[in-house]
């Protein structure tokens, strides 16, 4: 029997079943083919709640089933943490359980980074309360806390359910967190206003069996900003704001992007979405993705690797026709945007004649205490609402003209600038080998201090300049698509000797100038000289750089 079309309901079409199969339900191969595709047959990974709540967080850590702690944890934003003290040349030698620490790292899911005043003291209390007072915001914008323990787990979510934020679906072979822009409703240039399509989504999804088990993650982006922020050419699928056919707004669709060891820009398939259909076309995207997706090998069970073999007007021909029901109308394309900076710091006018400020922490890195203090200066100048954005930054909205410096000042004085260096407004950093089990190479506090050693050496350079540095090749800060990317891995230092180091990739970007970084061969540097070499690209590009160019490695 076919399966069922969540979208419709009714039983999607079959093609010739192949002799060599890449685990695709809809071909019929329904028998798990790898152990992921077994423990989610096993169980549905929503179903690791109650087993949190009633046995595991009563128990303690070595009551955990190894299949829920590897597993279905992360259906609710859950991971283990490294083991602290275990260096970057252990990372693919040891078994995980080796790399397992007894603490977690949790993922909170703000889609669109939609955060009132109440939500963000209540993260910034479980922050303070159970993680050691440790907080990143991600470049999905997440907020991600380290250190919690099992037992803490259902009182924390209570406080952050209680001001209806959630864990569910924050990482896991699941549709995570969605992106949206910060300014969705507020911007004067938006195309459209995309705050309830997002939530739409969000509310008649999340959480629902028909989505529980993809073959892996599901990133997706809602977008109607003019510059692009969410990132679309790199989202599984996204919905990206243009003027329809008849003039009124709605949406473009790109599926299959993403980086990580086989980057993929995505592609747009031309159809034209009114916003009453985003919700069923989603749900369309994503179940093509769940019973076409190739599931035999993790590695090739993105939807990009379906949308690769496919290609966009096969994609867009079975969406309509086995998922939808009816043919989307061809549309326009998105204008894009000829700048770099898609990230929303600094102060600016909203269409109702506030604004907003953006500001930039260290490399996402902030903490419970940091947030609670964004809490009160929002609140103490009359803002309730803050957003995350996808470049690891926050802006608070709704600021009346008078109190703008106030804010800006007491930002500053918390180290949150508004008026950054170039280096501080464009580095990102991954979670790297603090926490990450994944990671080779450290990377918030290198990152850090890059920032402040490229603002002693180069006080001048004031051109756009994105430099994003990853702990491994799984390229979570967007290695391939920053101006100058960083992967880390282990290098030869001048002594012969195996230490940090990274891999260069130059020149990458998105926009009107997307494409990924080359990484040129034997381009490699040490993390500790890593200052001097994008001193010497910098300082090069500025001794040869004519009238208004840009920094295009
Ligand atoms: Fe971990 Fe690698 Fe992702 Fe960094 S890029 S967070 S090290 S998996």
């Given at each position: 029997m076919p399966p069922a079309s969540a979208a419709t309901g009714r039983p999607t079409k079959t093609t010739t079943r192949p002799r060599r199969g890449e685990g695709q339900w809809a071909l019929g191969y329904r028998e798990p083919l790898n152990k992921n595709e077994e423990n989610k047959k096993n169980d549905d990974g929503l179903n690791v709640r109650r087993r949190i709540i009633d046995v595991y967080s009563k128990g303690g850590f070595d009551s955990i089933d190894p299949a829920d702690l590897r597993g279905r944890f992360r259906w609710y934003g859950l991971y283990t943490q490294r083991a602290p003290g275990i260096d970057g040349g252990k990372t693919a030698v040891l078994e995980p359980e080796?790399?397992?620490?007894?603490?977690?790292?949790?993922?909170?899911?703000?889609?669109?980074?939609?955060?009132?005043?109440?939500?963000?003291?209540?993260?910034?209390?479980?922050?303070?309360?159970?993680?050691?007072?440790?907080?990143?915001?991600?470049?999905?914008?997440?907020?991600?806390?380290?250190?919690?323990?099992?037992?803490?787990?259902?009182?924390?979510?209570?406080?952050?359910?209680?001001?209806?934020?959630?864990?569910?679906?924050?990482?896991?072979?699941?549709?995570?967190?969605?992106?949206?822009?910060?300014?969705?409703?507020?911007?004067?240039?938006?195309?459209?206003?995309?705050?309830?399509?997002?939530?739409?989504?969000?509310?008649?999804?999340?959480?629902?069996?028909l989505f529980s088990n993809l073959p892996r993650k599901f990133k997706t982006a809602v977008d109607g900003c003019s510059v692009h922020c969410t990132n679309h050419e790199i989202n599984d699928l996204a919905f990206v704001g243009v003027v329809g056919p008849d003039g009124t707004p709605g949406y473009d669709l790109f599926v299959g992007g993403g980086l990580s060891t086989n980057p993929m820009f995505a592609q747009r398939l031309g159809a034209f979405?009114?916003?009453?259909?985003?919700?069923?076309?989603?749900?369309?995207?994503?179940?093509?993705?769940?019973?076409?997706?190739?599931?035999?090998?993790?590695?090739?069970?993105?939807?990009?690797?379906?949308?690769?073999?496919?290609?966009?007007?096969?994609?867009?021909?079975?969406?309509?026709?086995?998922?939808?029901?009816?043919?989307?109308?061809?549309?326009?394309?998105?204008?894009l945007d000829p700048g770099t900076r898609r990230d929303h710091v600094g102060v600016h006018r909203q269409k109702d004649g506030r604004f907003y400020v953006g500001f930039t922490p260290r490399v996402g890195r902030v903490s419970g205490t940091k947030l609670g203090r964004v809490?009160?200066?929002?609140?103490?100048?009359?803002?309730?609402?803050?957003?995350?954005?996808?470049?690891?930054?926050?802006?608070?909205?709704?600021?009346?003209?008078?109190?703008?410096?106030?804010?800006?000042?007491a930002l500053e004085a918390e180290d949150l600038l508004v008026r950054p260096s170039t280096f501080r407004r464009q580095t990102m950093?991954?979670?790297?080998?603090?926490?990450?089990?994944?990671?080779?190479?450290?990377?918030?506090?290198?990152?850090?201090?890059?920032?402040?050693?490229?603002?002693?050496?180069?006080?001048?350079?004031?051109?756009?300049?994105?430099?994003?540095?990853?702990?491994?090749?799984?390229?979570?800060?967007?290695?391939?698509?920053?101006?100058?990317?960083?992967?880390?891995?282990?290098?030869?230092?001048?002594?012969?000797?195996?230490?940090?180091?990274?891999?260069?990739?130059?020149?990458?970007?998105?926009?009107?100038?997307?494409?990924?970084?080359?990484?040129?061969?034997?381009?490699?540097?040490?993390?500790?000289?890593?200052?001097?070499?994008?001193?010497?690209?910098?300082?090069?590009?500025?001794d040869q750089k004519e009238d208004g160019e840009v920094f295009a490695a």
């Open positions: 080796e790399l397992d620490d007894r603490y977690f790292m949790m993922r909170i899911r703000t889609d669109g980074g939609q955060l009132s005043v109440a939500q963000l003291r209540a993260i910034a209390e479980v922050s303070t309360a159970y993680g050691r007072d440790t907080a990143d915001i991600t470049d999905r914008q997440n907020v991600q806390l380290h250190w919690l323990r099992i037992e803490d787990v259902p009182a924390l979510w209570e406080r952050i359910e209680g001001v209806g934020l959630s864990t569910t679906e924050a990482c896991g072979d699941t549709p995570r967190g969605m992106l949206g822009c910060p300014l969705a409703g507020i911007a004067e240039d938006e195309v459209i206003d995309s705050t309830d399509d997002l939530r739409r989504i969000v509310e008649d999804h999340i959480g629902s069996p979405v009114r916003p009453d259909q985003v919700s069923e076309v989603w749900a369309g995207v994503c179940s093509i993705f769940r019973d076409y997706g190739y599931r035999r090998l993790r590695h090739r069970a993105r939807i990009k690797f379906l949308v690769k073999d496919w290609g966009a007007a096969k994609f867009r021909e079975v969406l309509e026709k086995e998922y939808l029901g009816y043919a989307l109308p061809d549309g326009p394309e998105p204008v809490a009160d200066i929002a609140e103490a100048h009359g803002s309730d609402r803050v957003r995350t954005t996808a470049d690891q930054k926050l802006v608070i909205l709704d600021i009346t003209e008078d109190r703008v410096e106030s804010v800006v000042a950093a991954c979670t790297g080998i603090e926490f990450c089990k994944l990671a080779i190479v450290e990377t918030k506090d290198r990152a850090s201090a890059l920032i402040d050693e490229l603002e002693r050496r180069l006080p001048e350079f004031t051109d756009p300049l994105t430099i994003n540095i990853n702990g491994c090749p799984n390229a979570c800060a967007r290695t391939q698509t920053a101006d100058i990317g960083f992967k880390g891995q282990l290098v030869t230092d001048a002594d012969g000797n195996q230490v940090e180091g990274f891999q260069v990739h130059l020149g990458g970007g998105l926009g009107l100038q997307a494409g990924f970084g080359r990484k040129v061969r034997g381009l490699k540097t040490t993390a500790d000289e890593l200052p001097d070499y994008v001193e010497r690209v910098l300082r090069r590009f500025l």
